[in-house]
């Protein structure tokens, strides 16, 4: 029987939810402050622990460090409001399973525990690994920040599921959605994980060299060629060759890349050797290939052979749960680089964010917040160093799903509940607002489901 632990000043809320979880034949313990709390994580194993974010006498945060330097294998859930939603992205960036919104479902944090123990579960197996394979697993899991939102988990799956295999994938997304990042967490998490990534970005080679960068050249081959060179796809060998913007490549190179990959051999400009290689390719693009294809613009044969499996990035607007976590992490990455001090987001700072569209999306997220740093003089990042079409950026209703006194009101529940699949908790979480709201609003507009 699965042990867990609910820490929760609400005894009401506490007693209830003990009582469900009981129902459903767990072993269930209370605690209704950090410090009762403490005494019964160091004596017991749990294999769950609830915890709300805010507590009499301390935060989640604080105690999930107590929680996990007790045992790592135990699996945290942050419970929190809608209003402290970064804390509890700040709980998952140092090692909580997940956070599930106040009020909630009991079969969403139900769900959301059958999740966790399988996490235990499978942490449990991969420790009886080699420790080589574990500092390997230690490494992918280090280089991928994961969001929280639908779109992300979606994401995070599909990169699971094709990376052990020897698929070629397609990324798909709009510009600075993080496809290379997307791409390296696929060959992280491969077989391939400890032989060369190497990512060319094929926008940027110049058609008249374009043979030699991918294949090589010997000597003397051409004008220019003083020395032997080694090409992408001998780089890669054994590896993963990433090709950002296939859409880029002429027709001849196309042709010749095809080859490259049915033969599984290339043959470097003015060689008559050939050469074999084992690659997996991961192309991306912003644009439509299909369309491409149909126009006679990529080669047909090539899209299907690179496209065995696609992945199609989403871009921040639709992950806008995942918005804090990014910027959090580019907030650490931005202090190491500029050796800066800079400890978080001011509150009127968040609320900009929120409102704004990212059409840049994570680059564009991680260049701003990068410049925040920079110019920031004291301990916060506030609304005085953000460009002025953030910083006074007009509330996007349609992306943001802000509601009241909104004229489109019935239409933006309309969007929220499909983009939802219909999950009213969700839903209104997308519209700021609490499920009472949300069902007075359907009944006002008769809106059923």
Not at 13 to 40: H, R, W
Not at 262 to 291: F, W, Y
Not at 331 to 356: M, Q, T, W
Request: proline residues 3%.
């Amino acid at each position: 029987m699965s042990k867990i632990l609910i820490v929760e000043d609400d005894v009401a809320f506490c007693t209830m939810l003990k009582t469900f979880l009981q129902k459903k034949d767990y072993e269930v313990f209370t605690a209704f402050s950090g410090n009762e709390a403490i005494p019964q994580i160091k004596e017991n194993t749990f294999d769950v622990v609830l915890a709300d974010v805010r507590l009499p006498d301390t935060d989640g945060i604080t105690l999930l460090d107590t929680v996990l330097k007790n045992n790592p294998n135990t699996q945290v859930i942050i419970m929190t409001g809608y209003a402290e939603i970064n804390m509890a992205v700040n709980a998952i960036k140092q090692g909580a399973f997940d956070y599930v919104s106040k009020p909630f479902n009991p079969d969403t944090i139900l769900h959301t525990i059958e999740k966790a123990l399988k996490k235990e579960t499978s942490n449990t197996i991969s420790k009886k690994k080699t420790a080589t394979a574990t500092d390997k697993q230690n490494d992918t899991n280090n280089s991928f920040v994961k969001g929280v939102s639908d779109a992300s988990k979606k994401l995070n799956e599909y990169v699971a599921l094709v990376a052990p295999t020897r698929m070629s994938v397609l990324v798909i997304g709009d510009s600075g959605t993080g496809k290379e990042y997307v791409a390296s967490s696929i060959h992280k998490a491969s077989k391939r994980a400890d032989k060369p990534f190497v990512a060319v970005d094929c926008g940027a080679i110049p058609k008249e060299i374009a043979s030699s960068e991918f294949f090589g050249h010997i000597k003397g081959s051409f004008t220019g060629a003083v020395n032997d060179k080694v090409g992408h796809f001998e780089a890669a060998n054994g590896g993963t060759l990433f090709l950002d913007e296939i859409g880029n490549l002429s027709y001849e190179l196309q042709v010749q890349l095809l080859r490259a990959l049915q033969e599984r051999k290339i043959k470097p400009v003015g060689s008559n050797k050939e050469i074999e290689v084992d690659i997996r390719v991961i192309v991306a693009t912003n644009e439509d290939l299909s369309h491409a294809v149909k126009e006679g613009e990529f080669r047909e044969d090539l899209y299907h052979r690179l496209n065995e499996f696609s992945i199609k990035v989403p871009p921040l607007r639709d992950r806008i749960e995942d918005l804090m976590l990014f910027a959090n992490h580019f907030l650490e990455e931005s202090n190491i680089e500029l050796e800066k001090h800079v400890v978080g987001f001011a509150d009127e700072v968040l609320d900009a964010f929120k409102k704004y569209d990212w059409p840049g999306n994570l680059r564009e997220l991680k260049n701003i917040v990068k410049r925040s740093v920079l110019l920031s003089q004291i301990d916060m990042i506030t609304l005085d160093v953000l460009p002025n079409d953030i910083a006074y950026a007009p509330h996007n209703a349609k992306q943001t799903y802000g509601l009241f006194k909104n004229q489109n009101e019935q239409e933006l529940i309309l969007d929220a509940l499909e983009k939802a699949n219909g999950n009213k908790a969700k839903a209104a979480r997308m519209l700021s607002i609490d499920r009472k709201t949300l069902y007075n609003k359907l009944k006002q507009y008769d809106i059923s489901l």
